[in-house]
Every structure is written in structure tokens, then in C-alpha cells.
């Protein structure tokens, strides 16, 4: 596998995602496993940010079955200070949890949330939008409100930004719900004040 190929054609294109994930398809379709893991330790070192993203891609589809690649994502991925590369992460964690079942992650979705990472959290919260479209959470809007919204807090506007996006996307369906959460938080701090802002946008 020529990494000087690879990155030839993706480091080229500096906007968007598509052109990344069309690329980890083809890898991870023509390559073993191992061959794949092999390749995003070896992504995940080059200073293109469009390499790291490749190899979180990767990753994200290793990590439905691998929990070395899981484990990878948590503990490297998550502290990469690419904002393009903590999108991807988004995604993986979503991929994770789509083949894995929504439900079933429910343990994995929680020990994530309880991360002292930000992005670690940030990555659950972005990457699992819009919530209640997904299976499980779109018969349980509460609990999907419930997680998402314990980080209102957060010291992190890049998290909190997230929070109260991902809490205004349910109000579209479940305004009331949305609601009934934000009349319960304390709008004299002023961070949770900011994620307030998002969330309830959309209310009357």
C-alpha cells in the first residue's frame, strides 16, 4: 500500500469530507484488517491534516469490531487539534454505534459522555445528530435529551456549541420535551446561559 499515493490524492483537496470517505472506502474494501490498522497507525503520524482524517475514517469502520481501534480513536484521535479530524471522530462514533445498535451502545454512548475529554464527549454529542433520528432515541427523546444535556456547562465552547445544537435539531420534533429541560437551568451562568441560546432557539 503506497502512503504517497494515498495522500497524493486527498491531501490535494483541502474542503469537505466526501473525498475522504470515497477514499477509505476503496481502501478498506481492497485491504485486510490488519493491512487497514496497519495503515492508520501509520496515517495518523503524518503532519496533513487530511491523512489523520483518513485514518479516523478507517478507524471508525475497524472500530464496529475492533475495540484496539476503538480504543485508538478514544485515546489519540481525540486529542488531535484538528477540528476536521474531530468531525471525523464524530463520525466513527456514530458508525460504531449504528452497526453495533444504538441500544446495545448505550454503555459505550454513557462511558464517552463521562469522559474528561471534551472531544471525547464532543465526538458522542456531534457525531450521534441528529438524535432522535436514530433508532432507539427516536422512541426515547428523553433519554437522548438527558445525556446530551448534562454538559450544558461544559468549559468548552467547541462542546457546548454541539450541546445546544444538537438539543435545538429535537426540538424540531419534540419542542415541548426541549422545553420542559431548559426551564430547569440556571441562565445566571453564563456558559450554560450561551448553550441555552442554541437549544432554545427554535421554541415559541
Known amino acids: ?6 495522500l497524493l490524492d486527498i491531501v490535494a483537496i483541502e474542503h469537505g469530507f466526501q473525498h475522504i470517505l470515497d477514499r477509505a472506502e476503496k481502501i ?12 492508520t497507525l501509520e496515517l495518523f503520524k ?14 471508525g469502520r475497524l472500530a464496529t469490531t475492533n475495540n484496539d481501534a476503538l480504543h485508538f480513536l478514544k485515546e489519540q484521535v481525540s486529542t488531535d487539534e484538528n477540528w476536521c479530524v474531530q468531525e471525523m471522530l464524530a463520525k466513527a462514533v456514530d458508525e460504531v454505534c449504528k452497526h453495533r445498535g444504538y441500544e446495545v451502545s ?19 454529542t456531534e457525531g450521534l445528530r441528529i438524535w432522535t433520528s436514530r433508532p432507539f432515541f427516536k422512541e426515547n ?12 456547562g461544559s468549559e468548552s465552547e467547541f462542546l457546548r456549541k454541539s450541546v445546544g445544537n ?11 420535551l426541549i422545553r420542559q ?8 451562568n453564563p456558559r450554560i446561559l450561551f448553550t441555552y441560546k442554541l437549544a432554545a432557539k427554535l421554541l415559541n
Request: proline content about 4%.
Open 28 to 39: 478498506f474494501s481492497t485491504h485486510s484488517k490488519e493491512q487497514c490498522f496497519e495503515l
Open 46 to 59: 503524518h503532519e496533513a491534516y487530511q491523512a489523520r482524517m483518513l485514518a479516523t475514517t478507517i478507524l
Open 181 to 188: 429541560e431548559v426551564q430547569q437551568w440556571d441562565l445566571s
Open 106 to 124: 448505550l454503555p459505550l454512548i454513557e462511558e464517552w459522555l463521562n469522559d474528561n475529554n471534551p472531544n471525547v464527549i464532543r465526538a458522542v
Open 1 to 6: 500500500m503506497h502512503i504517497d499515493k494515498i
Open 141 to 152: 427523546p428523553s433519554v437522548a435529551i438527558a445525556l446530551i444535556a448534562k454538559h450544558k
Open 166 to 176: 444538537a438539543l435545538r435539531d429535537i426540538s424540531k420534533k419534540h419542542s415541548e
